[in-house]
Structure formats: C-alpha cells, structure tokens
C-alpha cells in the first residue's frame, strides 16, 4: 500500500525558477489537496481539487498553478519562485463522502529558494 | 471569521503523566472536528475525529478527546503520556456546509521527558 508520494523531498532552487512539486495517490481518491506548512500559521490551503480535470483555489493561492489530467496525479507548479514560498509543502487526499473520512498526507517536501 | 486556536505552543509533561493539548474554534453550525499528528519530517497522521454522539472520541495510540459544544473546545487528552508521544499536534475543524475543507490550529508542539 504506498498512499500518497511526493517528489523530491528537498529541493534549493533561486528565485524566478519555475518548480514542480509532485504528488501521486495510489487509493484512487477524488479530493486531493496542496497545503503549505509555516511556523506559527499551521497548514495553509493552496489549491484542491474535487476530481481530474477539476481543480479550485485555496486560502493562498497566488503564485502556484496546478493541473489534474489524471486521478492520480496532482503537481503543484511555481512558475516563478521567491523567496517567500520557502516553505514545506504537504499533499493530501481524502474520499468524498457524507462519513467525512480524514485527509492523508504525503511526507511533504521541503523547498527552499536563495 | 472561521479559526482553530491552540492556545499553547508548546506542552511540556512527564512520562506516564496525563496530558491535555488544548483546542477551540470558532465555526458556525456543528463542525467535524479532527486531530492530527505530525512526527520530525513526516506528514500529518489522522489521529481521531469527533462527527457526532458522544462527546468522548477514541482514537490511535490511546489518544482521545473531549468535546464540548458550550466551550467550542476539542481538547486531545491521554492518561498515561509516553515519550514517543513527543511530535507536533494539529487540531483541525471541517464546517459542515464544506466537503473538503479544513481549518487548522497552528500547532502545539508536545514534549514528554523521560
């Protein structure tokens, strides 16, 4: 049973770059999620999304871009990276249904920008 | 506006002692309320949730907590506390006209010394 994987774990990038953090989803889960992790303000929302093809903004969503052609699949995409989204960063996913079921979480990656 | 609060950064409790991490919130309706936790660099791990019935909730690891509607309050207790039980807890809130999102706490961070 692997769950939910993210890719890479660490990464140093400079700013203006574009990044792409990956996250794949082995439980054919509908929700999948992109949180951010700061000291002091918990898990912030980035993006989410309810299936393929089917993705919404979150709490913070300037400066990322996602897509989700596959169900499996969630990249998040800094499409030009600054400093202040050195941050870990946290996929999830969940089932959708009316038991509300919890969010499972990859192992985060964490991304540091000079 | 919808929060958590968790009043305490940091708990700091003797092995085999009992502990108390604190949480309330401030959500309209009848929430879901979960908690979390979060080992060195690893994802958040689901530990239990509170939807309805008994304000007495079970959950992994011998955690449980203790809701309670007239405080907004979602504490996360255990009687004997272990020293693997040193992480970080995240208590988290799910409005009930929301499918999918969740608000955090900011953290409290749990040490057990020996």
């Known amino acids: 049973d692997a769950g939910i994987t993210q890719s890479p774990r660490y990464k140093i990038t400079e700013t203006g770059r574009q990044v792409t953090l990956m996250c794949h989803q082995t439980?054919?889960?509908?929700?999948m999620f992109w949180y951010r992790q700061d000291l002091g303000h918990g898990l912030r929302l980035i993006y989410y999304?309810?299936?393929?093809?089917?993705?919404d903004k979150g709490e913070v969503p300037d400066g990322y871009v996602v897509s989700r052609s596959k169900t499996e699949n969630f990249p998040l995409t800094l499409e030009s990276a600054t400093r202040s989204q050195t941050s870990v960063y946290f996929c999830a996913s969940s089932v959708f249904n009316r038991e509300n079921q919890p969010q499972h979480f990859g192992d985060g990656t964490r991304l540091s920008i000079l | 506006a919808q929060s958590v609060a968790q009043p305490e950064d940091q708990v700091n409790v003797a092995e085999g002692n009992p502990l108390t991490v604190k949480c309330t919130y401030s959500?309209?309706?009848?929430?879901?309320l979960f908690w979390y936790v979060q080992y060195p660099n690893r994802g958040l791990q689901f530990l239990l949730k509170y939807i309805t019935g008994d304000n007495l909730v079970k959950g992994s690891y011998g955690f449980e907590a203790e809701f309670n509607k007239s405080q907004t309050s979602f504490h996360l207790k255990k009687p004997s506390a272990l020293v693997s039980d040193s992480a970080l807890y995240f208590c988290a809130v799910r409005p009930m006209d929301s499918s999918y999102k969740l608000i955090f706490g900011s953290g409290t961070r749990l040490l057990v010394r020996p």
């Open positions: 959500v309209s309706g009848n929430p879901y």
């Open positions: 999304s309810a299936a393929a093809d089917i993705t």
């Open positions: 439980w054919s889960h509908s929700y």
